[in-house]
C-alpha cells in the first residue's frame, strides 16, 4: 500500500477530480520551457506517458497549436487501482510565433516524455552587413 506525506497533493488531486479530465474541446495545458539557442528557438514540452502517435503539432500563419492525449492503460479485470494521480485525458498549447521565425522548416523530435521542437530564424530576420558602393563616375554641374 502506498501513503503519501504531501497535504497540497491531495488538493490538487481534488481540484483535477472537480476539473475532470481534458477533452479535445476544452484540454489541460501542458508544461513548456522556450528559449534561443543559436540561430534557432526550442521549444520543449513535457509529455510523459503520451505515445508519439497521440501528439499532433500544426502551423498555421505564425500560430503553433501542440496537442496531446494521454490514455489510460488497459488493465486485467484483477486489477485494483490504489493510488491514480497522473491526469489523463487531452492536453494543449498555443504559441504565436513571431514573424521572423521560419515555419517551414520547423523540426520536431519525441524523447523520453519530451516533445522538443527547434523554429530556426528567418534569414531575413538575421543581422547581414550592407557593403558601400564607392561612386567614380563624378558629373559636374554648370550653370
Known amino acids: 500500500m502506498l501513503m503519501r506525506t504531501d497535504p497540497f497533493r491531495e488538493l490538487d488531486r481534488l481540484a483535477q477530480q472537480l476539473m475532470g479530465p481534458g477533452t479535445?474541446?476544452?484540454?489541460s495545458a501542458m508544461p513548456m520551457d522556450a528559449y534561443r539557442e543559436g540561430d534557432e528557438y526550442v521549444v520543449a514540452?513535457?509529455?510523459p506517458g503520451v505515445t508519439a502517435d497521440a501528439i499532433d503539432i500544426d502551423v498555421e500563419r505564425n500560430m503553433l497549436t501542440?496537442?496531446?492525449?494521454?490514455?489510460?492503460?488497459?488493465?486485467?479485470?484483477?486489477v485494483q487501482a490504489e493510488l491514480s494521480e497522473r491526469p489523463m485525458g487531452v492536453f494543449s498549447?498555443?504559441?504565436v510565433l513571431a514573424d521572423t521565425?521560419?515555419?517551414?522548416?520547423?523540426?520536431?523530435d519525441y524523447d523520453a516524455g519530451v516533445l522538443i521542437?527547434?523554429?530556426?530564424?528567418?534569414?531575413?530576420a538575421k543581422?547581414?552587413?550592407i557593403s558601400?558602393?564607392?561612386?567614380?563616375?563624378?558629373?559636374?554641374?554648370?550653370g
Open 117 to 124: 521542437l527547434r523554429i530556426p530564424i528567418a534569414e531575413r
Open 93 to 95: 498549447r498555443q504559441i
Open 24 to 27: 479535445w474541446s476544452k484540454p
Open 45 to 47: 514540452f513535457d509529455l
Open 101 to 108: 521565425l521560419d515555419t517551414e522548416r520547423i523540426k520536431a
Open 66 to 78: 501542440v496537442k496531446a492525449e494521454r490514455r489510460p492503460v488497459a488493465k486485467a479485470d484483477d
Open 132 to 142: 558601400i558602393g564607392v561612386a567614380t563616375d563624378h558629373k559636374e554641374i554648370s
Open 127 to 129: 543581422p547581414r552587413k
